[in-house]
């Protein structure tokens, strides 16, 4: 068994996120809203020729609800309406996801560690990409199983290459761990893509484990069409991709016909509600879903009724779709503020920022990196030393981003990336971007 590292990316987030006067672009929820925020979201829709208008204060219900444990799995509507989630595809192949194979946790965080700790240990091995959240790699290592990182390439646009799948198996590869989309990258996994995974999977028995926290929030970046509002699309640097087309949203792994299968997902980043800690784990497998029950007792009991209460509200037909859309235009809209900055900033004075533009999730993973004089090529550039660089903007103008090589790449992969949470409040992302701007005409530039 391998001690658990600490985490980088919490344990920064927890250091900084409190600057006072901080402008937070480091955080991966869409801004979080409130109870009062999430009722008026809420629309009223019609069931069987019926009109339901749902309540408008979800805490009314919940204040005469007896605070037992409450129903251990999670209550059986909330199961429901999260496997019905899995339905989206409305694919006629796929069958309806059973409420009874989704298992509510505190949040993917929970489920993330509860099917590792389910069904890993020492004599396992692991195929787990890269980068990613850490959780993914380092919980299986303190399991005492091995992992192999897939690493994920630029010339693949950070989409995963399953042909390197047959050189990083082994004869006791237990899981193939994916997380889609990808955080740091905000690169989803194609549907063309995810079905060879699975082939090659099933044909061996290993199991597939797809962290889906990012999932419905497939919003297209910068080739979606631009939101109602945008007043500055006409300032856009690659006014091109308006009239290009943004690939279709990839469906989840439970959908494509190996049982084998587990997802986790939560209500913090696409449902922005991270403040309930509410999550979920799934699996078309009857048996690994028993196995997480056996194991989920000795943690967890059961999860908040205030949480699944609200949770429920969320997922219902009057508000899910709202709140989703809702998100995803926040995405279309900040995502251009994004690219307009780095777009500006690829070549200019002794700056060369770098990515791929995102167009799922809610992060960016972008490489500053400086020349010596202004006119020297791209291939001449030096990253930043991220760590230090992240420490000096938010020291200089309260703007807190993630360190790349810290906080995903064990402190030697990723030299020079920042992470950074584009999806909050657009004035906030728009102050930070502008006080980063003036940060590189005054200090590197
Ligand atoms: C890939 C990934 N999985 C899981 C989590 C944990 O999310 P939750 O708030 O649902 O516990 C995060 C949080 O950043 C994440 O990025």
Redesign the pocket.
């Known amino acids: 068994m391998v001690k658990l590292k600490p985490f980088q990316v919490e344990q920064w987030m927890d250091e900084y996120e409190t600057t006072p006067g901080v402008l937070n672009i480091a955080e ?1 929820c869409a801004a979080s809203l409130s109870i009062a925020d999430l009722a008026g979201l809420a629309v009223p829709t019609v069931v069987d020729g019926t009109t339901i208008i749902p309540p408008a204060d979800p805490l009314s219900a919940l204040a005469t609800t007896r605070l037992t444990y409450g129903a251990i799995r999670g209550s059986s509507t909330l199961r429901k309406q999260v496997a019905a989630l899995f339905d989206s595809g409305k694919d006629e192949d796929v069958s309806p996801l059973p409420a009874d194979n989704v298992v509510i946790t505190q ?4 489920a ?1 560690h509860l099917v590792f700790y389910t069904l890993l240990g020492p004599g396992d091995h692991v195929v787990c990409v890269y980068p ?2 850490q ?1 993914l790699y380092d919980v299986p290592k303190s399991l005492g199983a091995e992992v192999s990182l897939w690493k994920l390439k630029l010339e693949n646009g950070y989409v995963p290459d399953t042909a390197e799948l047959e050189g990083l198996v082994q004869p006791n590869t237990k899981m193939i761990i994916i ?1 889609n989309p990808n ?1 740091p990258y905000g690169v989803p996994i194609p549907r063309p893509v995810l079905e060879e995974i699975v082939s090659f999977a099933k044909a061996r028995d290993i199991a597939i484990m797809s ?1 889906e ?2 999932l419905p929030l497939t919003h297209g970046g910068i080739l979606a069409p631009k939101p109602d509002d945008d007043e500055n699309a006409a300032a856009l640097v690659f006014g091109e991709v308006e009239t290009l087309v943004a690939p279709p949203a990839p469906p989840s792994i439970l959908t494509l016909g190996y049982d084998k299968v587990v997802a986790t997902g ?1 209500m ?2 696409a449902f922005a509600l ?1 403040g309930l800690r509410l ?1 979920w784990v799934a699996s078309r497998d009857k048996a690994i879903v028993a196995a997480l029950l056996e194991a989920r007792d000795y943690t967890t009991i059961s999860v908040s009724q205030l949480d699944d209460g609200i949770a429920r509200y969320a997922l219902s037909d009057s508000v899910r779709d709202s709140l989703l859309r809702r998100n995803t235009e926040l995405a279309r809209r900040n995502i251009r503020h994004l690219n307009r900055f780095v777009g500006k900033w690829e070549n200019k004075g002794r700056v060369r920022c770098s990515w791929v533009a995102p167009t799922a999730g809610t992060t960016a993973f972008i490489q500053v990196s400086t020349v010596a004089n202004s006119d020297d090529d791209v291939s001449t550039a030096t990253p930043v030393d991220d760590k230090q660089f992240c420490i000096d903007v938010l020291k200089a103008i309260q703007v807190l981003m993630v360190p790349g090589s810290l906080c995903f790449g064990e402190g030697k992969d990723f030299k020079g990336y920042v992470r950074i949470g584009y999806v909050n409040e657009t004035a906030v992302l728009v102050e930070a971007l502008s006080k980063l701007d003036r940060y590189f005409e005054n200090n590197i530039a």
Do not use: H, L, P
């Open positions: 991966t949040g993917a965080i929970g993330n990613t959240y959780q997380n955080n962290d926290v990012y939560s913090s980043k991270a999550g």
